[in-house]
């Protein structure tokens, strides 16, 4: 008889922070910051000679971590490869918090993920179905057509995007404009994963920002996307976290008047529309307040 599976809902993690996995010093550093996912990761931050290492040093850590086993989570190497069964069969033994899973072609990886984490999990003694997943949707031109097919994917609780594998997919020279930008076809990308995400019910995160150093721009471009409707952003130094943890947190004001609507509507039950501030508010006016209570652990 099947057991039933636990469902995870959309996860509220704000920053992301990708550590190489190889690096015993820059994990043991990234733990101790105040980034709410910690990526260990064996894809893009490690050479294809040292991957043997990376595995035996991630799984080590992750054994000697379990007080932060929830936030530990490991990106794996894609499934075009040849070493995705290698990492998972490594890491899973030490049970980490979730995987990243990149350069995907379609859900059809996903749920070919799902598999493999089952069989590990059953053979691990882990609950089947716990380890979460999230889920690098934009990285090969395939998946570009796909954004919007996560709807009931196993396992994932966010999607993301990435630049640098789409522009070579793509044969792009560059993925931004004279100004820094992105240009078209990657803001394409960074909206068609906010739908993707939305229409699948789960948490959108937002890419790095590659120039770890400029943190002025890092806070305008991460206040832009939390008014965009993303939850959170990938991160690849522990500078970026407290920028991206107080950008994509509401601020006392954001709740002061969120509660305020809802309040108000609480007062007038029935009502459609209603007065305020010399303008009209309407029911999805109460349900953005709403949401954002939910996102400060008030709702």
């Known amino acids: 008889m099947r057991h039933e599976r636990p469902r995870h809902e959309p996860i509220a993690a704000r920053s992301w922070l990708f550590v190489p996995g190889d690096s015993e010093s820059k994990m043991a550093k990234a733990v101790k910051s105040e980034a709410d996912i910690v990526l260990l990761d064996l894809e893009d931050a490690v050479a294809p000679e040292s991957k043997a290492v990376a595995r035996a040093t991630v799984a080590e850590f992750l054994h000697r971590n379990p007080e932060h086993r929830e936030r530990l989570w490991v990106r794996v190497n894609p499934f075009d490869g040849t070493h995705t069964l290698y990492d998972l069969a490594s890491v899973m033994p030490a049970r980490p918090g979730g995987i990243m899973l990149p350069k ?90 906010l739908l993707g995400a939305a229409s699948a019910g789960v948490t959108p995160i937002d890419t790095i920002s590659a120039d770890f150093r400029d943190l002025a721009a890092l806070q305008q471009r991460a206040q832009a996307m939390r008014k965009a409707g993303f939850r959170g952003m990938l991160a690849i130094h522990p500078a970026q976290v407290p920028i991206i943890n107080a950008a994509f947190s509401p601020t006392e004001a954001e709740v ?32 953005r307040a709403q949401r954002l209570l939910r996102q400060a652990g008030l709702g």
């Open 104 to 193: 995907v072609y379609g859900p059809a990886d996903v749920e070919r993920l799902d598999h493999s984490l089952s069989a590990l999990e059953v053979a691990n003694g882990i609950e089947e179905g716990y380890t979460r997943v999230i889920v690098l949707i934009t990285e090969t031109a395939e998946a570009m057509a796909r954004t919007q097919d996560y709807k009931g994917a196993p396992r994932v609780v966010a999607l993301t995007w990435g630049a640098e594998d789409l522009a070579d997919a793509i044969g792009a020279s560059t993925n931004t404009n004279a100004d820094g930008s992105y240009a078209f076809t990657f803001e394409m990308a960074r909206s068609l994963t």
């Open 256 to 287: 002061a008047e969120a509660r305020a609507i809802v309040d108000l509507f609480a007062a007038n039950p029935g009502v459609g529309a209603i007065g305020w501030k010399g303008g009209m508010l309407d029911r999805p006016h109460l349900a």
